[in-house]
């Protein structure tokens, strides 16, 4: 078996890595017409609340009983990757109430080039051609399935710029964090910080108790979503880029809008047409343009130790 680089991950551990953050992407994108659905009850810092508190309840026991030491210095980080975290579904959610979510879509999706150009400036290194290849058209995918009109600034596009970046400085973050933290202490610290800081977001704008009065239904679907797209997705995510690269990972994120559009389709009878049928092709070409030639360029995460 073909190894990208001398001690690294096999291509098969490769491949297999990679197809694991596809399947995160596309629960993720999942969540868009359940968190619409949900969003009509709660404001979204109680739907996080309630999303990440759960997310904590499950796996805070799970990460106390093990022994394994962790520097201080790796605590820390992972507590920032937590703040990352918040922020980008934060400014995400007050983005969406100001601008409309096709160029919320597309411009949340620029955290696809954004990875790379994070990682040029971390590692001092390009990634290979081919991946920049992918990453070009995937993001022209993006655009022909989001956009709408023409793409006018405002201050909700300003505010989903920033959550695009927050996104793009998780992956990277993540990818360094991966190989020296285990998965469950990873994602733990991550839940634990995003939820103190919807909890505290919640009590500030007064809209907690409305958790009490949600139905049956909201509660569901935020438990179904906590489990899928928090604590599921957060620890694949945490094993998966111990095996590849930042830039292959946002390319396998880059299949998110794609599954928001067959899941809206398939809950809420939204139909893909035009342009936005061929902007999802051209997101899977781009994936697969970089998956035919993996990028031997880049030191694989795992061997960055």
């Known amino acids: 078996m073909s190894v990208t680089s001398a001690g690294g991950p096999s291509t098969l551990r490769r491949l297999s890595a990679d197809l694991a953050l596809l399947?995160?992407?596309?629960?993720?994108?999942?969540?868009f017409p359940l968190?619409?659905?949900?969003?009509?009850?709660l404001t979204p810092f109680a739907y996080m609340a309630v999303r990440f508190s759960f997310s904590t309840l499950v796996l805070l026991p799970f990460m106390l009983i093990r022994s394994a030491p962790v520097a201080r210095r790796d605590w820390m980080a992972a507590a920032f990757l937590g703040v990352v975290l918040f922020l980008g579904f934060a400014l995400q959610k007050i983005g969406l109430?100001?601008?409309?979510?096709?160029?919320?879509?597309?411009?949340?999706?620029?955290?696809?080039v954004i990875v790379p150009v994070i990682w040029a400036i971390w590692m001092r290194r390009v990634p290979h051609q081919r991946v920049m290849a992918g990453i070009a058209a995937a993001t022209a995918g993006l655009a022909l399935l989001t956009l709408n009109g023409a793409l006018a600034v405002n201050v909700g596009d300003l505010f989903v710029l920033a959550c695009a970046?927050?996104?793009?400085?998780?992956?990277?973050?993540?990818?360094?964090?991966?190989?020296?933290?285990?998965?469950?202490?990873?994602?733990?610290?991550?839940?634990?910080?995003?939820?103190v800081l919807s909890v505290l977001a919640a009590l500030m704008e007064g809209s907690l108790p409305a958790v009490a009065t949600a139905g049956a239904l909201v509660w569901g679907m935020i438990l179904f979503m906590a489990a899928t797209g928090?604590?599921?997705?957060?620890?694949?995510?945490?094993?998966?880029?111990?095996?590849?690269?930042?830039?292959?990972?946002?390319?396998?994120?880059?299949?998110?809008?794609?599954?928001?559009?067959?899941?809206?389709?398939?809950?809420?009878?939204?139909?893909?047409v035009?342009?936005?049928?061929?902007?999802?092709?051209?997101?899977?070409?781009?994936?697969?343009?970089?998956?035919?030639?993996?990028?031997?360029a880049e030191i694989p995460v795992e061997a960055r130790r």
Request: net charge positive; charged share 10%.
């Open 97 to 112: 109430r100001i601008t409309t979510a096709s160029k919320a879509g597309f411009i949340t999706g620029l955290s696809v």
């Open 35 to 41: 968190g619409k659905i949900v969003l009509e009850t």
């Open 230 to 272: 928090t604590l599921a997705a957060l620890l694949v995510q945490a094993w998966a880029q111990r095996f590849t690269t930042p830039a292959h990972t946002g390319l396998m994120f880059a299949f998110e809008p794609v599954a928001a559009a067959i899941a809206a389709f398939l809950i809420l009878g939204e139909v893909l």
């Open 23 to 31: 399947a995160i992407a596309a629960l993720w994108g999942l969540t």
């Open 274 to 296: 035009g342009r936005q049928a061929w902007g999802a092709a051209m997101i899977f070409i781009g994936i697969v343009i970089a998956e035919l030639n993996p990028d031997r």
């Open 165 to 195: 970046v927050c996104f793009a400085m998780h992956i990277a973050i993540m990818g360094r964090l991966a190989p020296r933290l285990d998965a469950i202490t990873l994602t733990t610290v991550q839940v634990v910080v995003a939820a």
